[in-house]
């Protein structure tokens, strides 16, 4: 007999959405549209520094330089920072200037995970309450949320800029909490593709967790309540 819950907590990228290949397409046009040969390598190298930059900030190896008067100050900064770490040394006005591009043509066009609308729909359909709890730009976020075709399912969106914090991090989840109204973790499931936020955030917050693991990946240390390779193995959960 599974667990009864009523809150269901979806990771955003790479879980509903192929971030990967949403990525690929806005840094590739933004490259194309500076004048540069945009190549496989290029691309690459940018989602490898992209993937290492966000670890290291929620590992909290990437500090603040100062202490920010408001979370819009931190984010504009942070942002900036990745885009110069991958472009090379640049005014910050720049550096925000192409992540503000940067992220416009992530809003331009999402890429679906395989049966991300579909399991949307059956979980509201049963009664279950649906949450994005995401790292990614708040900016984005609701126009790669309606590329799943299930955006008329979701509750409500929390992003991480909204509070200061990335997941893992306690007060992350204590922002969302607040913004729900609601601190029973028991009632709570977490639906995500990465150990080092996802599940780690679970573990850290008492709720429990489903990991959505398509690639096959080992999970070494980490405590998972549930596993699946496909979206659609959740009818088997809940």
């Known amino acids: 007999m599974h667990k009864k819950y009523r809150k269901l907590l979806f990771d955003l990228d ?14 590739g046009k ?15 190298k940018f989602i490898e520094m992209d993937n290492k930059f966000w670890i290291d900030r929620s590992a ?3 500090k603040d330089p100062y202490e920010f008067k408001s979370n819009e ?10 885009i110069k770490r991958y472009f090379g040394d640049m005014s910050l006005e720049k550096a925000t200037e192409l992540n503000t591009k940067y992220v416009d043509l992530l809003r331009e066009k999402a890429f679906p995970i395989e049966n991300s609308s579909e399991i949307l729909k059956y979980l509201f359909d049963k009664g279950y309450e649906i949450y994005i709890i995401t790292n990614g730009p708040k900016r984005a976020v609701k126009d790669k949320a309606k590329g799943t075709g299930g955006l008329e ?3 409500e ?5 909204e509070v200061g914090y990335m997941k893992p991090k306690r007060e992350y989840f204590n922002g969302f909490f607040e913004k729900i109204n609601c601190y029973d973790t028991s009632e709570m499931l977490i639906i995500g593709d990465e150990l080092e936020k996802d599940i780690l955030g679970g573990m850290n917050n008492n709720i429990d967790t489903c990991w959505f693991n398509r690639r096959g990946e080992k999970s070494t240390g980490y ?10 193995e959740l009818k088997e959960i809940l």
């Open 73 to 82: 100050e931190q984010t504009k900064w942070l942002r900036a920072e990745r």
């Open 30 to 44: 933004m490259l194309a549209d500076m004048g540069e040969e945009v190549t496989h390598e290029k691309i690459q």
């Open 157 to 161: 969106i929390f992003a991480a800029e």
């Open 153 to 155: 399912y979701i509750r």
């Open 14 to 27: 790479n879980t509903l959405v192929d971030d990967d290949k949403n990525r690929e397409y806005a840094i």
């Open 60 to 62: 909290g190896r990437i």
């Open 223 to 232: 405590k998972v309540d549930y596993e699946i390779k496909d979206l659609l």
